[in-house]
């Protein structure tokens, strides 16, 4: 961030009076008379350091920032034409009137140096405080955008979650209506699942070993829905496991793989997952087996994927590649590049 962007209004005014009263030294100690070149311009430099507090703390907070543009420019024609004249008065001793001007080229005229001088002054500060004020509501509109994508990551988990739970009890419900031995394990399985998004998918980021531990909970409690076996295979090959990912960002890929594989049903349904990291880049990929029949779907199908993709926009912005494959099956690829 620029030094000018960090600086507060009173800071930044006084190092314009420094900045300027060191350039009126520079040019004093090249004058042939030092003393005599404070006399004819020490009115010209207090008359800019009072406007450069006029536009810092009254002018620009009136009439610029509030787009009185007119208003503005004329207010300030007037202060720089009428201080420029009082401030030539002061280069006129009383026993310099009326003295005879020496032959040769004229001097320029005091209050148009001094209209010069003051103008740039005043334009320089204007400027500043125009920069100041462009980027305290570029900070604050940083600040919404922030503050809104925190908001929509929160709303959009609040969509996913009841999903998943709603879910899981469904499981758990068949296996206790057949009275079932695995009840017992599935309820474990499912209050794991519930600590993981309770407690830590309220940060932006967490270890992908919660994410891996959550899929294999996921599986394991799909699976205890039957005593037969389900062509399932979740492989993982993270080099990294503390490597920081947003949460339940995987999971609502293999929650659809699930829904939509046709694997209740056996036959050659399957769901396939890996999960890899190489050179900081994290590989996802889950296929599921697409039915002959097509699988009914409901109201809310799609939301899930729709989601996801709004997730990764959030979390991942031009970090991400997803590429979504229907045919012969149903494959997901996703691409993220934490540290691009």
């Avoid at 520079?26 to 008379?33: K, P, Q």
């Avoid at 009115?43 to 907070?61: E, G, K, P």
């Avoid at 543009?69 to 034409?81: D, N």
């Avoid at 499981?171 to 206790?176: D, G, K, M, V, W």
Wanted: proline share 4%; hydrophobic share 45%.
């Amino acid at each position: 961030m620029c030094l000018i962007c960090v600086m507060k209004r009173h800071i930044l005014v006084i190092v314009q009076i420094i900045l300027w009263l060191v350039i009126w030294f520079i040019i004093g100690l090249n004058n042939d008379n030092f003393n005599r070149f404070i006399v004819r311009n020490w009115a010209a430099f207090t008359i800019q350091i009072v406007l450069i507090f006029a536009v810092s703390y009254f002018l620009a907070d009136r009439w610029l920032f509030k787009k009185k543009y007119l208003t503005f420019i004329a207010v300030s024609i007037v202060l720089i034409l009428g201080f420029a004249f009082l401030s030539a008065e002061f280069l006129m001793p009383n026993h310099q009137i009326g003295r005879v001007m020496p032959i040769g080229p004229r001097p320029p005229s005091p209050i148009l140096v001094h209209i010069l001088l003051i103008s740039v002054a005043y334009f320089i500060s204007t400027l500043l405080m125009m920069f100041m004020e462009n980027q305290r509501k570029e900070a604050l509109l940083e600040m919404q955008k922030t503050e809104l994508i925190a908001s929509e990551l929160k709303f959009l988990k609040m969509q996913i979650n009841p999903h998943f739970l709603f879910n899981s009890l469904n499981n758990i419900y068949a296996l206790s209506i057949s009275n079932s031995e695995k009840t017992p394990e599935s309820i474990h399985s499912l209050s794991e699942m519930l600590r993981y998004v309770i407690y830590d998918c309220e940060r932006p980021k967490v270890p992908i070993e919660k994410e891996i531990q959550y899929i294999e909970n996921f599986i394991e409690l799909f699976k205890l829905r039957s005593s037969k076996s389900f062509n399932i295979s979740f492989t993982n090959d993270i080099t990294n496991k503390f490597v920081g990912v947003a949460p339940m960002l995987f999971i609502i890929y293999i929650e659809n793989a699930f829904k939509h594989s046709g694997l209740e049903k056996r036959g050659d349904a399957f769901v396939s997952i890996k999960l890899q990291s190489e050179n900081d880049i994290i590989t996802f990929c889950v296929e599921n087996s697409v039915p002959k029949k097509r699988i009914s779907k409901d109201e809310s199908s799609g939301i899930g994927l729709q989601n996801a993709k709004k997730r990764l926009e959030i979390s991942y912005p031009g970090k991400h590649k997803l590429t979504i494959e229907t045919a012969p099956n149903f494959k997901i690829n996703l691409k993220l590049y934490p540290n691009a």
